[in-house]
């Protein structure tokens, strides 16, 4: 299956290439035996990568090809595509539950990603400093993060905030009535958003190897310097740490967007989808309704394309502005 | 000395206020899970409503009549599905995560660094973009309802989460040892299997819990192409519950929570150094 050598030390050459005086004597090979070792690397590179390349070419690439073909028609699974041109994308603008399903998404995204990187810092910081019990309550704060997206905890979050359940009668004991949680549209997205708030542990974790990093002498020579604790956060825990908070960020983001279980079992799947007045009817939950119930393929693919613009549009705003706020340590040198 | 007395308390005191503080955030983040923990036990009228984290007379009831089952499927049947498509996507991943892996960590081939770009680009798209096609393509070769669609990614390596995993972990293995191997005549196949693979065996315990915990909590997928209660996961079970609009049977809703969550909650306390390092590294050095 691969090709085994006999040759010595050729491991680390490029393909195709020699590496003078590299190798060792004698068991450096002729340049067309280092050739023919370049393409028997390639060879056994893509025979390692050939389940990932059927993958990406079978559900990736070639879906990827299809949605946007499905974006341009009318297709409900049984009749063939029809060619409509960009008729779902005027239709998509001119759809008021998908203006509600944007808003919607964008909130729960712009509310939640913060308060979630903000509680995940803040925990971090806390457990930063090595004291007895760390592993401890690394590992308790984590746990939420592995659970937080399953139907359990949707269905423990909606008995939570159920009108006149636990929070919402605790909340009125401390004389503030929000007057029912899950059944009220104002306030049923914030419970979906304590729930992603929640879910901090995988950004703290993350942190917390990114605030391990930080070299210590320069704490000790800013406290010699005067400086107090925020000064030093600012100066230099937010700039060291800001690669790892570009990545929480991203990756974040990204997720955020794609809510859907969550938001899904809060809202609760009867008839009553979207939550009351469609407070909850995040992005793919709409996208989902489009397509698997309505069996409008075309129109959750354009809807999906849009999804995929919007998340390309905040990376890449986020690219371009790290150069801004992301300090990393080659740039210092 | 008396300064010294007083340094030592002064530590002391703030180590103390460190851990009320620290114990007091933990109990409001556990708080959900021991209420579930609390609600299974207490009879259904109790369960949203009171004030009182556990039950006064615990009850195993709700258990009890989950035992009979949801829909007139045995509550072991959700669980045996659960479990095969967990076990089948760990698996699945293990091979053919590991085998890219290794491709892209430690093969020099022509193409190698536009296919990890590939790769990593991957981690960003919406699954939404794919759903559709990937859901008329099962349909077209008559899957839907079968597992298939749940597993053939993990056979085909789509996890990229997974292979970028293993390819950090696999870079930091010291080269000396393929060469040292190469000299004695090994090719990759026996470089991956032999020194490679034992050598990974963190990163692969990781993608392994993290597979099945995944798998076991997936429910847009079951969503997707299951549609008989035999064939259902204990996700999908549990959704049986709450399509029923006026939820009648709190207790059992609550228990059968429980149960989904158990073997997460298992694994968790088992494997949680394995889970909280894989997730601290998938962060750094990328």
């Not at chain 1, 002729?30 to 990568?49: D, I, M, N, S, V």
């Not at chain 1, 917390?208 to 604790?229: N, W």
Request: charged share 15%; hydrophobic share 50%.
């Amino acid at each position: 299956m691969t090709p085994t050598t006999t040759r010595a030390a050729d491991g680390v050459r490029p393909p195709g290439g020699t590496t003078p005086g590299k190798a060792t004597p004698g068991a450096r090979p002729a340049p067309a035996a280092g050739r023919r070792q370049g393409r028997r690397e390639t060879l056994a590179g893509y025979l390692f990568l050939t389940p990932w390349c059927v993958g990406i070419l079978l559900l990736t690439l070639g879906p990827m090809l299809v949605s946007l073909y499905l974006a341009f028609t009318d297709y409900n699974l049984f009749d063939s595509p029809r060619w409509i041109g960009f008729k779902n994308f005027q239709d998509l603008f001119a759809d008021d539950r998908w203006w509600t399903s944007v808003q919607v998404t964008l909130k729960y995204v712009l509310i939640g990603t913060p308060l979630k990187l903000a509680a995940a810092l803040a925990v971090a910081l806390l457990l930063v400093k090595p004291r007895k019990g760390q592993g401890f309550y690394r590992s308790a704060f984590y746990a939420p993060s592995l659970i937080g997206a399953s139907v359990s905890i949707g269905v423990v979050w909606r008995a939570i905030f159920n009108d006149n359940a636990i929070v919402d009668k605790s909340m009125s004991l401390f004389g503030w009535d929000v007057g029912g949680w899950i059944g009220d549209p104002d306030w049923a997205l914030p419970t979906l958003v304590t729930l992603t708030v929640w879910q901090f542990g995988a950004p703290m974790v993350i942190f917390l190897a990114g605030l391990k990093q930080v070299p210590s002498e320069l704490y000790e020579a800013a406290e010699m310097d005067g400086a107090g604790r925020w000064r030093r956060f600012r100066s230099i825990t937010l700039p060291m740490i800001s690669p790892v908070l570009f990545f929480n960020l991203l990756l974040e983001l990204i997720h955020s967007f794609q809510v859907f279980t969550s938001a899904v079992v809060i809202a609760g799947s009867g008839t009553n989808t979207g939550g009351p007045g469609d407070s909850l009817l995040v992005y793919g939950w709409y996208l989902y309704e489009q397509g698997f119930r309505n069996l409008r393929m075309g129109y959750a693919a354009a809807m999906a394309w849009m999804l995929m613009l919007g998340i390309g549009l905040v990376t890449a705003v986020l690219f371009k502005t790290q150069r801004g706020w992301v300090h990393y340590e080659e740039d210092a040198r | 000395m008396s300064g010294f007395v007083a340094a030592v308390g002064r530590w002391r005191v703030r180590s103390v206020i460190w851990h009320v503080g620290a114990l007091a955030v933990l109990a409001v983040i556990l708080y959900p899970v021991v209420w579930v923990i609390g609600g299974s036990f207490k009879p259904g009228d109790q369960i949203v409503g009171s004030l009182q984290l556990l039950p006064t007379d615990p009850i195993t009831d709700n258990y009890r009549r989950l035992s009979d089952g949801i829909a007139d499927v045995p509550i072991s049947t959700f669980f045996t599905n659960s479990l095969l498509l967990a076990v089948g996507s760990v698996i699945g991943v293990l091979f053919s995560c590991s085998l890219a892996a290794y491709a892209f960590a430690r093969i020099r081939f022509a193409g190698r660094n536009a296919l990890f770009t590939l790769m990593i680009s991957t981690l960003l798209l919406p699954f939404q973009v794919l759903i559709i096609p990937q859901y008329i393509l099962f349909q077209k070769l008559d899957l839907i309802n079968t597992y298939v669609p749940l597993l053939l990614g993990k056979y085909l390596a789509a996890d990229a989460f997974f292979v970028f995993l293993m390819v950090q972990f696999m870079r930091g293995l010291p080269r000396e040892l393929d060469e040292a191997a190469r000299l004695d005549g090994c090719g990759h196949l026996r470089i991956y299997w032999n020194i490679v693979l034992p050598l990974c065996r963190p990163a692969l315990i990781t993608s392994a819990i993290f597979t099945f915990i995944w798998s076991w909590n997936d429910f847009i997928g079951p969503l997707l192409y299951l549609n008989e209660p035999d064939k259902y996961t204990v996700s999908m079970g549990l959704k049986l519950f709450i399509d029923q609009d006026s939820v009648a049977d709190y207790g059992g809703m609550v228990a059968m929570s429980m149960v989904a969550l158990l073997p997460v909650l298992l694994f968790f306390l088992a494997f949680q150094r394995y889970l909280v390092e894989g997730a601290a590294t998938s962060g750094l050095k990328g």
